[in-house]
Antibody
Framework: EVQLVESGGGLVQPGGSLTLSCAASGFTFSNYWMHWVRQVPGKGLVWLSRVSSDGTTTTYADSVNGRFTVSRDNAQNTLYLQMNTLGVEDTAVYYC???????????WGQGALVIVSS | DIQMTQSPSSLSASVGDRVTITCRASQTISTNLNWYQQKPGKAPTLLIYEASILQRGVPSRFSGSRSETEFTLTISGLQVEDFATYHCHQSYSFPFTFGGGTKVEI
């Protein structure tokens, strides 16, 4: 059974940093591009970043480019999102998701809530 | 960036109703349009990909169609378990973008 389990969410002060993890199981993690998507509660979904199956290629949304870093450890079947210089506007639920080559997300993690507040 | 305009933002319906949700892309996206269902406190789940292909395990009352840059999700015979929020998603080009969501309420 495919599973994506996020961890690392929590409360952080403005200007602070946080790293989210997404532990994958039930599939060959190293075969898939992985993505991060976030959602302010009650609002729509926003794509944030992606990383290639081998970890060598990354892409970011303008809103997080230069502040967030996506990476992966294929030996540990884990995806990461390092978030720096966090602002209140980064408060959201963060999802990791597996992309199928046709271009759709077939599995999502359960979400990790990040609250940026003083 | 490609803008996805989803409408309506919310609707009220009854069990058994036929429901239609529309997503319009700001430019051509071919058939690179996906639909997800999201229930409160849960992650989205895939319903339809490539505009009209039903994901395995999704009931056949869900269907998707395309007319140029306008995409439609139809639920034929709304069931209790279908009350949720629906999101469209374009995967034609980066950054990927989503519609604003449609909340289907009783």
């Amino acid at each position: 059974e495919v599973q994506l389990v996020e961890s690392g969410g929590g409360l952080v002060q403005p200007g602070g940093s946080l790293t989210l993890s997404c532990a994958a199981s039930g599939f060959t993690f190293s075969n898939y591009w992985m993505h991060w998507v976030r959602q302010v509660p009650g609002k729509g979904l926003v794509w944030l970043s992606r990383v290639s199956s081998d970890g060598t290629t990354t892409t970011y949304a303008d809103s997080v480019n230069g502040r967030f870093t996506v990476s992966r450890d294929n030996a540990q079947n884990t995806l990461y999102l390092q978030m720096n210089t966090l602002g209140v506007e980064d408060t959201a639920v963060y999802y990791c998701a597996r992309l199928i080559s046709w271009g759709y997300f077939d599995y999502w993690g359960q979400g990790a809530l990040v609250i940026v507040s003083s | 960036d490609i803008q996805m305009t989803q409408s309506p933002s919310s609707l009220s319906a009854s069990v058994g109703d036929r429901v239609t949700i529309t997503c319009r892309a700001s430019q051509t996206i071919s058939t690179n349009l996906n639909w997800y269902q999201q229930k409160p406190g849960k992650a989205p789940t895939l319903l339809i990909y490539e505009a009209s292909i039903l994901q395995r395990g999704v009931p056949s009352r869900f269907s998707g169609s395309r007319s140029e840059t306008e995409f439609t999700l139809t639920i034929s015979g709304l069931q209790v378990e279908d009350f949720a929020t629906y999101h469209c998603h374009q995967s034609y080009s980066f950054p990927f973008t989503f519609g604003g969501g449609t909340k289907v309420e009783i």
